[in-house]
């Protein structure tokens, strides 16, 4: 199993790149140097795509899934840009090439743009790609990850699916950050959202699942469709275990043995305490723990990986 806990080392002797490195404007420069116009709808309305894929002991994981679910993003937002789908892989690879990073969180966005001036029609915008590479960051602190996170399910509910298809991977995350605040209010260390429903969605950054006699369960709608949520369906394949993809209700979270959270920033992840209380005895669970050294097992698999191409 791959080393966790404290981060490896960047392998670069340009300490100016450690932080990372972006494609803007169709050239590279320092991340700190990155910078979109004021006026672009992908930071005044929302109006953008994105994804992250990410790089561990220099291998891109799974960078096929990603670039399959931006085109498809990309496509439903009726977003066009110049650069194919190869094209795209390849700033992706000297982003982290240049950052000289071996754990690097690499994402691509393409934005609406500016629109002409004066005009408020969108087919009007000259749609752009961005792309960084700075290092891999965890959604959990270290000690989280090693006791398990603590969630407090929100008032606040998720944007209904047929409002902002979730789907497409975006960046209407006022609900999110909302439940994130009623969260450290109520104690808790992060949140889950429900929907009009009841049902458990998922939270700032990733899915959840529950694990019940044996049974792995995951909600059906209302989310985002995680690489890492599949990846946990196939490795649970792999291992014979049973899964379920449907609706999950906020009563069950109690009544799991176990239960985890899945995303590319930081894989799969127990979390021991919801609202308040524990999760089965409260410690990160044996199936959650089979399927953490799985997956990190995945990252040197060519199967599930590709080397980055450092020249
Ligand atoms: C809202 C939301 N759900 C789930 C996820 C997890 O997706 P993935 O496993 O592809 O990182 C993310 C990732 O950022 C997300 O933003």
């Known amino acids: 199993m791959a080393k966790l806990g404290a981060e490896t080392a960047e392998t670069t002797a340009d300490a100016s790149a450690t932080s990372g490195v972006a494609f803007i404007d169709g050239r590279y420069c320092p991340i700190a140097e990155a910078k979109i116009s004021v006026l672009d709808w992908g930071f005044l309305r929302s109006?953008?795509?994105?994804?992250?894929?990410?790089?561990w002991q220099g291998r891109f994981f799974r960078l096929d899934a990603h670039l399959d679910r931006f085109e498809r993003s990309m496509a439903k937002l009726r977003l066009q840009i110049p650069q194919d789908r190869a094209a795209i892989a390849e700033i992706l690879h000297e982003c982290v090439r240049r950052s000289g990073?071996?754990?690097?969180?690499?994402?691509?966005?393409c934005t609406r743009g500016v629109a002409r001036a004066g005009s408020r029609d969108p087919r009007q915008a000259d749609n752009r790609l961005i792309a960084f590479a700075i290092p891999f960051g965890w959604i959990l602190r270290p000690e989280e990850r090693d006791r398990g996170l603590n969630v407090v399910v929100a008032s606040v509910e998720r944007i209904p699916p047929e409002s902002v298809d979730p789907t497409v991977k975006n960046y209407h995350w006022l609900d999110l950050v909302q439940g994130l605040f009623e969260a450290y209010d109520r104690g808790g260390e992060n949140v889950l959202l429900k929907d009009r429903d009841g049902h458990i969605t998922e939270g700032p950054g990733f899915n959840v699942f529950v694990v019940r006699d044996g049974l792995v369960a995951t909600p059906d709608r209302g989310v985002l469709e995680g690489i890492t949520r599949r990846s946990a369906l196939e490795l649970c394949a792999e291992l014979e275990i049973p899964?379920?993809?449907r609706p999950v209700a906020a009563d069950e979270l109690a009544a799991a043995d176990e239960l985890f959270a899945t995303s590319t920033a930081g894989g799969i992840m127990p979390i021991t305490r919801v609202d308040g209380a524990a999760v089965g005895d409260g410690r990160p669970g044996p199936m959650t723990a089979r399927l953490i050294a799985l997956y990190w097992d995945k990252h040197s698999d060519p199967a599930w990986s590709t080397p980055v191409a450092y020249g």
């Open 101 to 109: 990073l071996h754990d690097a969180y690499v994402e691509m966005i």
């Open 243 to 245: 899964t379920e993809i």
């Open 47 to 55: 109006d953008a795509t994105y994804d992250v894929a990410h790089v």
